[in-house]
């Protein structure tokens, strides 16, 4: 009914009458998200994430915290996490995903597309694949100014090729991520891990 104040104030009521229900801690961080409470609402995310909740919801409300927090690279890796919890990302998560490309400026977005370059570089040549990703790439950029719902629209209407959408997603969250000092070095940390064949 749009009144979050008061969902806010139930969900906090509900958390202390049982903490072991991660869905009534998102539920908290949801609202708290949606008030611009965002570092009480990834507190309250937090904990639904230690209570063991793995889900796409989870996921994309940490991201948009971390984006109230003006925090890309995090909310990058929340957004790659919530396309990770489910098979088949609907068009909207996709278009809100790869909006978060596109958020900061002509500067940053060339320092952006130069990393989504290298890392479209370094995937197995596929001359069809690639074509698609970077059309997917063109409409997004044309879209960028009209809102999510619309631009998923626009994009199902055109039958754009789902998997090209998720994939150019999931190659712009990492060159987000690369992007941000704050995640760049866990990033570049994790892959020194990783055994040489399959890096």
């Not at 949606?34 to 639904?48: F, H, I, T, V």
């Not at 793995?54 to 003006?70: I, K, M, P, V």
């Not at 059309?135 to 044309?142: C, K, P, Y």
């Not at 009209?146 to 626009?154: D, V």
């Amino acid at each position: 009914m749009g009144y979050r104040r008061a969902a806010a104030r139930d969900f906090e009521e509900a958390s202390k009458l049982d903490s072991r229900r991660a869905h009534t801690w998102c539920a908290l961080g949801q609202m708290r998200q949606e008030l611009g409470l965002e570092n009480q609402a990834l507190n309250a995310l937090g904990q639904a994430s230690v209570l063991g909740l793995d889900s796409l919801e989870l996921y994309r409300t940490e991201a948009r915290a971390y984006q109230g927090l003006h925090r890309r690279g995090r909310a990058a890796a929340c957004y790659a996490q919530a396309l990770a919890a489910t098979d088949n990302p609907p068009y909207e998560l996709l278009v809100e995903a790869a909006a978060l490309y596109f958020e900061e400026g002509e500067a940053s977005s060339t320092a952006v597309d130069k990393a989504l370059g290298r890392l479209a570089l370094e995937l197995p040549r596929d001359p069809a694949a690639e074509a698609r990703m970077w059309e997917v790439h063109a409409l997004l950029r044309d879209l960028q100014t009209r809102s999510t719902e619309t631009t998923a629209a626009g994009l199902a209407a055109l039958e754009v090729d789902a998997q090209a959408l998720a994939q150019w997603t999931r190659l712009s969250l990492l060159a987000v991520q690369l992007d941000d000092s704050e995640t760049r070095a866990e990033l570049e940390g994790g892959v020194a891990k990783v055994p040489r064949a399959p890096r």
